[in-house]
């Protein structure tokens, strides 16, 4: 059974540009988490997508970010126009039921690069 | 905004020692996990603790809650330079959601042969 997979594992963007994360969760996990992990930070939740639906997206940014997991193929991050503040590790996370009730996986990350 | 404080930040130790981090929050979690994350790789979850006073070993590694659900320790014994990398606490059921991980920034551990 693979586990979450995450991809690219390094984006390098110019400012301005668009960066999409993908992340395909564990087979049969429903519930797909983003977390960011700036350098010398702690990770940072940042939105808890169900198929089709963005259950919570208090830790997004309000502009230029966006996420979705639709009902058919893997959750996406996208962030439009990026900054060199965007710069960070971006971790997708995955669960068979609600994180707090079944244990979540991690990808091994995307480490974008803004230039 | 719940914080979860970890120290030492960065723990640099020779083959054999033992060693604790620590992990302290002001806040009350439903429970706690503790993760190892190698450089570039994504967080690997090491044990999660639920009960206050709760103390569960894996191995060589030792880990407790504390009583008020509010703090966590993480004792190594006789430390191996496998167990080199960054240990990460991180709180659920904080802010009234029982999904999102609140984690603390992690002690980096450097066991040296």
Redesign the interface.
Known sequence: NAG?M?NPRHLVRRRGQEARLRCSPMKGHS?V?W?RQLP??????MV?LQKENI??ES?MPKERFSAEFPKEGPSILRIQQVVRGDSAAY?C?S?LG????T???????T?LTVV | TQLLEQSPQFLSIQEGENLTVYCNSSSVFSSLQWYRQEPGEGPVLLVTVVTGGEVKKLKRLTFQFGDARKDSSLHITAAQPGDTGLYLCAGEGGGGSNYKLTFGKGTLLTVNP
């Open positions: 979450v995450q519930h988490y977390y010398e930070e702690g990770l940072k939740f808890y259950i919570d830790g971790f996370a669960s609600t994180a707090g009730t244990e979540a996986f991690f990808g091994q990350g480490r």
